[in-house]
């Protein structure tokens, strides 16, 4: 119970650093898209880690929860919709205003959110439906990751080339 116990303090630690650490309070937003891009690639590390996290806390094959545990994983779930509100919000503002963020591209995040959203409330209370869940979103997440945003990070990498 003790190395479990470890476990989920480690779990605590992931959801505090996601999106805390890559970037400091103190630090101002950057202006420049090199840096944009490299704080938001962080941000999908992060949440790529923030996620299968997640996934593997809730697989059939980890033991049943006591209560101090489905409230520990249940902020966690509430603090990576948070986090990728607010990844999304980012992205769309500084592709936004690379002119690279095209309107199917924020309408894929605007659905994915209600999405995730509706799933996450639907299978309140439901282990075995909040694991189908995690691992829907994390399919879109990194489908998502290598596809559109891929293209309009490269075409913002392009444009910010040309301008230099
Ligand atoms: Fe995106």
Redesign the pocket.
Known sequence: MALYAERWFSLEVVMAVVMAESKSRSAPWPHVWADQAALLECQHDRLEAFLLELVLRHGPEQPPWGAADALAVEGACRRLLWDLRLH?RL??RW?SAQGCLCPG?RS??RDALQAALSGFLYASGDRYGRYLWLQALQSWFLE??QG??AR?YASADALAHHQS
Do not use: G, N, Q, Y
Request: charged share 35%; glycine share 0%; hydrophobic share 40%.
């Open positions: 999304l992205e769309e592709l591209h894929a995040h998502h990751r559109a945003d309009a």
